[in-house]
């Protein structure tokens, strides 16, 4: 999607941006995400990055092999994964009921390299993006991607889940639209979300989602099946 701003690398971000823990979210350079905002603290943090100009929320998924209560935290506040991806806020709508309908367009990746203690109900951090300087060049990689691979996986996937897909607008995808937008749709969980998120280019990402879903596949093949004594 369009962005009325052009962010060329990591110096046109700012170092500290608000987060949005939410599992099994995965935003990726270029992807879009709807949300449905309704808690009081993230309404608020939408007004302020609204107010604020840049636009921009920071979407972070909590890792659950550090709980919160493990570690004595609150609840509320889980301990967070170090890598996420921040998005800019392009589609706003009012819902008439106190909720806002968004949409966020990813930008880049970025590394956490240290929790803010703020007055805000939300959460905010201050990230470093240079370590993804690569996410500001679009579709780099592409011609690395095996492309028949992932159709294959998506294929195996459709048929064995009864599901139908539009290919002739998938035939039309660029490669990292299309793997992009397969990893964010897939309903693999959290770490397997995390995993993608973190690959360090388009073609490790492709790699990484058609071995998830062939381990998927695979399992969903032996279900009732006996087991071996």
């Given at each position: 999607?369009?962005?009325n701003a052009d962010y060329r690398g990591p110096i046109d971000l700012p170092a500290t941006i608000p987060v949005f823990p939410l599992p099994g979210?995965?935003?990726?350079?270029?992807?879009?995400?709807?949300?449905?905002?309704?808690?009081?603290?993230?309404?608020?943090?939408?007004?302020?990055?609204?107010?604020?100009?840049?636009?921009?929320?920071?979407?972070?998924?909590?890792?659950?092999?550090?709980?919160?209560?493990?570690l004595g935290g609150p609840a509320d506040k889980p301990p967070l994964y170090k890598t996420g991806c921040v998005g800019r806020i392009t589609q706003l709508a009012e819902s008439g009921d106190g909720r806002y309908l968004i949409e966020?367009?990813?930008?880049a990746r970025f590394r956490v390299e240290e929790e803010l203690a703020?007055?805000?109900?939300?959460?905010?951090?201050?990230?470093?993006?240079?370590?993804?300087?690569?996410?500001?060049?679009?579709r780099k990689g592409e011609n690395e991607v095996d492309r028949k691979a992932v159709l294959r996986a998506l294929a195996a996937f459709m048929k064995a889940n009864d599901l139908k897909a539009d290919w002739e607008d998938i035939d039309?995808?660029?490669?990292?639209?299309?793997?992009?937008?397969?990893?964010?749709?897939?309903p693999y969980g959290p770490p397997e979300k995390q995993a993608m998120l973190e690959a360090p280019d388009l073609k490790t990402r492709a790699e990484i989602l058609v071995a998830i879903t062939e381990i998927e596949l695979a399992k969903k093949n032996t279900e009732g099946e006996p087991q071996l004594q």
């Open positions: 999607m369009p962005m979210a995965l935003l990726l350079p270029r992807g879009q995400m709807p949300l449905n905002i309704f808690e009081p603290r993230y309404l608020a943090m939408i007004d302020d990055a609204l107010r604020d100009g840049h636009r921009l929320i920071g979407m972070i998924q909590p890792d659950p092999a550090h709980g919160s209560q493990a966020l367009t990813g930008v703020v007055s805000t109900a939300y959460r905010q951090c201050r990230v470093t993006f240079a370590p993804f300087a690569d996410d500001f060049v679009a039309k995808a660029p490669n990292e639209a299309l793997v992009n937008a397969l990893a964010m749709m897939s």
